[in-house]
């Protein structure tokens, strides 16, 4: 596509539900990131897949994060038995991991965990 | 391990002054950094790369230095605009070579008309 595209935009769920995020990033990108952002705050690294490597998931937070990458497109970021604590806009991002790396980010995905 | 150091506070100028941000940076020098654009309620945007044996990159009213013995770099924004308003951000790659990226909080600019 023209752009990193992420679903849903805005995603309201109770405390303990599981959650799905999806990013679908630019054609021909090798490398996709995922990142979190809490209100007023910065970019929090969660995870980070290059190519066939295996994925640099040394942001997650805990083990109720897990993210997957199948056939080197779509990647999906699951939060299981969500808290409070997960209410953010998470933000995925993909580069042609070549040369200067310029990331194209997605416009986010705002989860609310009442 | 490296950690990125942005003004916390926001920066408030008036239009047609230049304004300065900082990046501080804590451990090794990255192959390159970068600046992005944030505005509310979207993604960051890419604005200007600098690379390690670079001191100065310019692109029209945006100029940004690297000064690898300070670990800094710094944003300018001359002839600054209200439509200039957004939140900055610094980012750099974890390793010399990898393209794992990390990004520094940020500093929110507001430009006064």
């Known amino acids: 596509g023209a752009g990193v595209s992420q679903s849903p935009s805005n995603k309201v769920t109770e405390k303990g539900k599981d959650v799905e995020l999806r990013c679908d990033p630019i054609s021909g990108h090798t490398a996709l990131y995922w990142y979190r952002q809490s209100l007023g705050q910065g970019l929090e690294f969660l995870i980070y897949?290059?190519?066939?490597?295996?994925?640099?998931k040394s942001g997650l937070p805990s083990d109720r994060f897990s993210a997957e990458r199948t056939g080197g497109s779509v990647s999906t970021l699951t939060i299981q038995r969500t808290q409070q604590e997960d209410s953010a806009v998470y933000l995925c991002?993909?580069?042609?991991?070549?040369?200067?790396?310029?990331?194209?980010f997605g416009a986010g995905s705002r989860l609310t965990v009442l | 391990s490296q950690k990125i150091e942005q003004n916390s506070e926001a920066l408030n100028i008036q239009e047609g002054k230049t304004a300065t941000l900082t990046c501080n940076y804590t451990n090794y020098s990255p192959a390159y950094l970068q600046w992005y654009r944030q505005d509310p309620g979207r993604g960051p945007v890419f604005l200007l790369l600098i690379r390690e044996n670079e001191k100065e990159k310019r692109k029209e009213r945006l100029k940004v230095t690297f000064d690898t013995t300070l670990k800094q770099s710094l944003f300018h924004i001359t002839a600054s605009q209200p439509a200039d308003s957004a939140t900055y951000l610094c980012?750099?790659?974890?390793?010399?070579?990898?393209?794992?990226?990390?990004f520094g909080a940020g500093t929110r600019l507001f430009v006064k008309a």
């Open positions: 980012a750099l790659d974890m390793s010399g070579g990898g393209f794992k990226t990390i």
């Open positions: 897949f290059q190519g066939n490597s295996a994925p640099d």
């Open positions: 991002a993909s580069s042609l991991a070549t040369g200067a790396n310029v990331l194209t």
